[in-house]
Every structure is written in C-alpha cells, then in structure tokens.
C-alpha cells in the first residue's frame, strides 16, 4: 500500500480506504460496489458519513477541473460513498434488491473525476 | 394535498374506455412492421439537448437501432446542427468509430481511404481523386437527415420523404415551456438491450401505480408518502398524440442520513418539496403549480420522453424498438454543471438514486412480455391510475387498424 500522504492533510484516517475506494469512473465505482461486501462497505460509509461535510467544504476551495491531487484523491473517495449509500441506508446488500442486471447496462458517458 | 384531483380521468376522457386490452398488440410481428411503417419511420425522434453540441465543431454520435443508423449530429461553422449519416460515402465505413460518443472535430476523416469531410457533411478531401471517374465532390457528401430543433431539444426524422413539421409533432407542448430549458450538462448516459415490446417500456412510465411497490426499497416515502400513498398523479394530460402526467413531491419526506447531509450543501437535494416561485414555471411545468410537486413527466408520440424533476433536473428516455419483442432502451440525465465540488457530489447521489430507480422500472420488462408471449391470458386491465397507458394503445390502435377487442388477433 502506497504510504501516508495520498490524502489531503487533516483526512488521515481516511488512508485506509483510497486502495479499494478512489475510484475515477463511475463504471468501476459500481463494479466494486457490486463486488465488494456488506463489511467493507459499511467500513467505508461509517468512515466518511462523520467526515463527509468537512470533506466538501474542503473540497469546495478548489476548481472541480483543476483539483491537487491529493484533494482528487479525497472527492474520489466521497464519490465511492455516494455509490455505496443506498447499499448501507436502503438494501442492506452491496446492488438494488431487485433490479435489471447492471452488467446488462452500458454507460455511455462516464466523465471520470 | 387535500387538492389532490378526485375526478375520474375515465369520466374527463370518456372516448378512452374501460376496455380492457388486448396483449396480441404488444406480440405480433406483423403488428412490429406495420408499426415501423406507420409509426416509428415517419414521426419525430428526441435525441438531446444543443449543449451537446454549443461550438462550431462540437459532435456526437447516436445510434437509431430501430432503423439500423448511426448518425452524426454536428454544430457547422454556420452554426447550424445538423444530422448526417456516420457512413462514409466511398465504401460505408463509419466515419466516427464506434466506441466515440462525442467530441470535437475540424472535419471527420474516415480511416478506410482517408475520405475527409467538412463540419456541414461536404466532402473535403479524396486522396488519389484523379483515379474516380466523371468524380464531384459535391455529390459525395455525408447523407443529412431530417433534423430540428425545439426549447433546446435536438430531434431528428429518418422518413425518406418530407415529414410533417416538428411543431406539429411537438403540437400541445409547443408553447408551454417556453424559455424554461437552459444551461442543461448531459452528465448520465447509458442504454440497455430489454427483450420486449417497446410499448411495454413505454408502459412502465405512464404511470404512478408502480411505484409504492417496485420502488418500496428505493423511494419508500419520497413521493408516494403523506396522503398520497398509492402515488395518484395530480394531473394527467391526453392531447392527441401527446400525454403528460404530473407527480407530487411528499413534503414530509425524510431524507435518509447521507442524502440530507449532501442535499444541504447544496440548497438542491434529490427530492425537494418545491418553494420556488410557482408564478415563474411556465404552463407546461408543475402544471397545477402545486407546491409539492415532485416531476413531471412528458412522452411525444411516438418513442421520446422527457421528465422535469423540481429539483431542476431533465431525464430525456429513448424507447428504439428493434423487434417485436426487442427494444433498446437509452437513457440521459442533464442537469446545470456543476459548479463546486459539493454540487458534483450531490449530483453523483442523484445520479445514483436514478439509475437504481430505473434499474427497478426494468426489472418486470422481460418477465412481462414473456408472459404476454404465452397464451396464458389474452388481455390486461388497466386502472383510472394507468389511463396514459390506455391512451397509447388507443393510438397505435387507431394508426394501425389492430382492433383493441379481446379475444380477436
């Protein structure tokens, strides 16, 4: 694992998750959604929930399209969260309950962050 | 929502009927071709918004599977958008590769022979000219294809012959959105090959009665909570070819921990009950200007929708049959681009929370029209709720001669 500062100062403790979380694409944040389980998703969600405004008020000082890096890093990882919300907050499993297969669905913009 | 509308849409559009429907409609490959013929191939396609194109140069690509086309719609040096066939004139190859949704272009040059094309379709550029025979440029050009524009939505027509007017397309939503659609970023695009009838998608849209039940999970109490559980539209339109449906918003919605959090960041959350100015919307938005609205949703005859969210949110959906049994369905989501971090992030929960949505309306598609291929049963019943599902039958009906009478093929 790639070691201490890949996150902004002060999100430290948010380390942990940037290997299997910071994820660019929307195609692959839901593949590891759909691939990961109810205990490393909850991991996540309970590590960012208490941390999520502070990240966007950090976040927000910067351009979207001209972001440092480790702050990138950093909206990557509340992006993940987004995708894995409605897993923690709703269905209580990583995909929709009951739902057309998402690998039957092809993503035709998917802007990465 | 005690204003909630009592009145039977059956008794405000007694020529629709109770009947009940006969599914031979929605299974018979002769039904598909007539169809095609008399429906699909002469009417109006909405296909995007002039974002996607906004300077000289700007293009994408979209597939029309119902007819088998890839076309190349592209902002000239003129400034006007124009639709053309992605076929490269010399031998066919596509002058875009598959794989490109958009970009932005000086000219497109196919990468068989080098065939290149200005932004208005003219052919620019033939290597080796001198080797054709009695060869002009000018009549080797992309192939342009009907293509119009109305409020910022991009429509194309792929009849061989002149088409009605757009207008006459758009007839009772003309005038009703008037100067309401701007500034709107394409930020969600995706489609999915479903194995059933077009209307049978269609269907899944026209109606609120779905929703306390296929969306239990995902929208428990959004817009189907308070009093109105059963998710009752507070207004439904039949025009002639047209339809709209009106849902409300529930003000007591609680949002769930993270959607809160996210959603006051930004002032936009997914579900808003509306305290806008009502007097701003124009007629063909929030119609009741009910200050719980929740979406309104807008279907053009024959294959086009788009919804308006008050939470400022455009959903434009594609029905492209492809067989009697087959359709692509094609999705895209705009919204203003985001400004701030906070923005993309409440956007991406949306983002989200749609296609989970979406994922749900598609999960009863292919279930459905298998059971309609068995001989099970010949008819379905539709309820006052689901009178926009009966409006489209009637009108395929009418146009293709099918009797709508059970227990007749």
């Known amino acids: 694992m790639e070691s201490s500062n890949s996150l902004p100062p002060g999100f430290a403790e948010l380390e942990p998750f940037v290997d299997q979380w910071a994820i660019s694409t929307e195609v692959e944040r839901n593949r590891v959604r759909r691939n990961s389980s109810m205990e490393e998703i909850r991991g996540l969600y309970k590590a960012v929930e208490p941390r999520l405004s502070d990240i966007i008020e950090y976040l927000n000082e910067f351009p979207l399209d001209d972001m440092p890096d480790d702050a990138r890093q950093l909206l990557r990882l509340a992006m993940s969260t987004m995708e894995i919300t409605p897993a923690v907050e709703l269905y209580r499993q990583p995909d929709v309950v009951h739902a057309f297969d998402a690998e039957r669905v092809e993503i035709l913009v998917d802007d990465p962050v | 929502m005690d204003q909630l509308v009592k009145t039977r849409y059956a008794d405000l559009y007694p020529e629709m009927g109770t009947n009940p429907i006969p599914l031979s409609i929605n299974k018979s490959p002769d039904q598909y071709e007539k169809e095609r013929r008399l429906v699909f191939e002469p009417e109006w396609h909405l296909i995007g918004r002039i974002e996607q194109v906004a300077e000289a140069g700007d293009y994408f690509v979209q597939d029309v599977p119902t007819f088998g086309v890839s076309l190349l719609i592209v902002k000239g040096k003129d400034h006007k958008i124009r639709a053309l066939h992605n076929m490269c004139r010399h031998r066919g190859n596509k002058v875009v590769s598959t794989g490109v949704s958009s970009g932005h272009a000086h000219g497109f040059s196919c990468s068989f022979h080098g065939w290149t094309y200005d932004l208005s379709g003219q052919l620019a550029v033939t290597p080796d000219e001198d080797q054709f025979f009695s060869f002009d440029r000018a009549d080797h050009g992309l192939a342009e294809v009907h293509c119009d524009i109305w409020e910022g939505f991009i429509f194309i027509n792929l009849s061989k012959t002149t088409p009605a007017p757009l207008l006459d397309s758009v007839a009772e939503f003309a005038d009703q959105f008037q100067g309401y659609f701007k500034d709107l970023d394409l930020f969600a695009h995706f489609s999915a090959d479903v194995d059933c009838n077009w209307k049978v998608i269609l269907d899944a849209f026209a109606e609120g009665y779905h929703v306390p039940f296929i969306h239990g999970k995902t929208l428990p109490e959004a817009i189907t909570g308070g009093n109105n559980p059963l998710c009752h539209m507070q207004n439904i339109r039949l025009f002639k070819r047209n339809r709209s449906l009106s849902a409300m918003g529930n003000p007591d919605y609680q949002p769930t921990p993270l959607e809160a959090l996210v959603g006051a960041k930004v002032g936009t959350p997914i579900f808003p009950a509306l305290k806008a100015d009502l007097d701003e919307l124009p007629p063909g938005v929030n119609p009741e200007k009910n200050p719980e609205w929740g979406f309104d949703i807008n279907i053009i005859f024959p294959l086009s929708y788009f ?103």
């Open chain 2, 307 to 409: 919804a308006v969210w008050a939470n400022g949110m455009v959903l434009v959906y594609n029905f492209w049959p492809t067989g009697v049994g087959q359709t692509r369905f094609e999705v895209k989501l705009y919204w203003a681009k985001p400004a701030n971090a906070a923005e993309r992030i409440n956007q991406e929960i949306t983002r989200v929370m749609t296609v989970s949505v979406v994922r749900e309306d598609m999960s009863s598609l292919e279930t459905t029209q298998e059971v309609y291929q068995s001989d099970a049963f010949d008819h379905i019943h539709l309820s006052d709720q689901e009178i926009a599902v009966r409006h489209n039958y009637e009108l395929i009906s009418a146009i293709t001669g099918w009797p709508l009478t059970p227990n007749k093929n």
